[in-house]
């Protein structure tokens, strides 16, 4: 049976506010450690002449822990005023932070912005112990954000929260109005189905293990948040296309999506190599970030400042990965280095 019998066969889900990949933004600092604003807007024109066209900012790669409350207003002030300027992309704003207060404050100001939704990631530290806790939390933030669509940031490697997801969208949808979706960033391909299919199929599932883009979209996830979509929006882009039309997916297109794929994982395996190397302690997504995009400053502490050996040694690994790589599956960023 072809693709689009199987897809013909089951009930059309509703559509979904975000489709098509997420940028999870970097925060660009100066040498002294504060925040750079103008790092924003190389960014945004960076992104702008890829497939992306929503960001997330102060995630996991925005090193949104190591942000005070009022770097991060900041930072969601800068993105939206671009966005509202452009009109090139749309932004989601993570206001998750350890105090349930600070996470209500931010979410009600990326509101007062205009923000198109928001996400927050748990409590880490004194975390949720129970479902009923998590959707309490959750509850809590949005009735701080009445208007702006909200997205659970599930993330458990970092963050110790570990439910089921299909069983937090069951529990929490009912009564969240403003419950949008997940971001997903997990290996549990069976809760990630499960999730897809939870009253209907409403919810917004957002993929975030890059690595595994082309599984979960098989699955029907249509829209994903990753680190590398900050510098490879213009290829991995093509793991998504070949089912967003929901018709018949050529031989071609997914045998591209393959070699893209596969790419992104040798990448990803090459950096992880050089952070428990030359690099440890530095943050890879950072100086990958300022080799082939733009400039984004150093990293904040824990984080090392990778030394300059490490960072020849990135820049060799990235060109003998982009020497493996041809026609659409090679960035156009290969060309640079």
Same mark, same amino acid.
């Given at each position: 049976m072809s693709i689009a019998l199987l897809l013909s066969a089951s009930p059309a889900a509703p559509a979904k506010l975000v489709t098509g990949l =997420?940028?999870?933004? /970097?925060?660009? !600092?100066?040498? $002294?450690?504060? =925040?750079? /604003? @103008?790092g924003v807007d190389r960014q945004a024109n960076f992104l702008q002449a890829t497939n992306v066209s929503w960001v !997330?900012? +102060?995630?996991?790669?925005g090193e949104s822990v190591d942000l005070t409350v009022a770097e991060r207003k900041l930072i969601a002030e800068r993105w939206m005023a671009l966005s509202k300027k452009s009109g090139a992309f749309r932004v989601i704003v993570h206001v998750g932070a350890e105090s349930i207060v600070d996470t209500k404050e931010m979410a009600a100001h990326a509101e +007062?912005?205009?923000?198109?939704?928001? #996400?927050?990631m748990p409590p880490t530290f004194i975390k949720p112990t129970s479902l009923d806790a998590l959707v309490a939390t959750y509850a809590a933030i949005g009735s701080s954000a009445p208007k702006t669509p909200l997205f659970y940031y599930h993330i458990p490697t970092k963050t110790g929260v570990d439910f089921l997801m299909a069983? !937090?969208?069951?529990?929490a949808g009912p009564k969240i109005p403003t419950l949008t979706g997940i971001k997903f960033t997990d290996v549990n391909l069976q809760d990630l189905n499960e999730a897809l299919h939870v009253d209907g199929g409403r919810f917004n599932i957002l993929y975030g293990r890059d690595q595994q883009l082309l599984s979960a979209a098989v699955l029907g996830v249509d829209g994903a948040v990753g680190s590398t979509y900050n510098f490879l929006g213009e290829t991995m882009g093509l793991v998504l296309a070949p !089912? *967003?039309?929901g018709g018949d997916v050529s031989a071609a297109a997914l045998e591209l999506a393959r070699t893209v794929q596969l790419s992104n994982a040798r990448l990803i395996s090459i950096v992880v190599d050089w952070t428990n190397g030359v690099g440890a302690g530095a $943050?890879?997504?950072?100086?990958?970030? $300022? /080799?082939?995009? =733009? @400039?984004?400053?150093?990293?904040r502490l824990p984080y090392l400042e990778a030394t300059p050996a490490a960072? *020849? #040694?990135?820049? +060799?690994? /990235?060109?003998?990965?982009?020497?493996?790589?041809n026609g659409a599956a090679r960035p156009s960023w290969c060309a640079r280095l």
């Open positions: =997420v940028a999870p933004t /970097l925060t660009p !600092f100066h040498a $002294n450690g504060t =925040v750079d /604003l @103008a !997330f900012c +102060s995630g996991t790669t +007062s912005l205009g923000a198109h939704a928001i #996400a927050a069983d !937090f969208l069951a529990a !089912f *967003a039309a $943050n890879w997504i950072k100086e990958t970030e $300022n /080799l082939v995009a =733009v @400039a984004t400053g150093p990293p960072r *020849a #040694a990135l820049a +060799s690994a /990235l060109k003998g990965w982009c020497a493996e790589l």
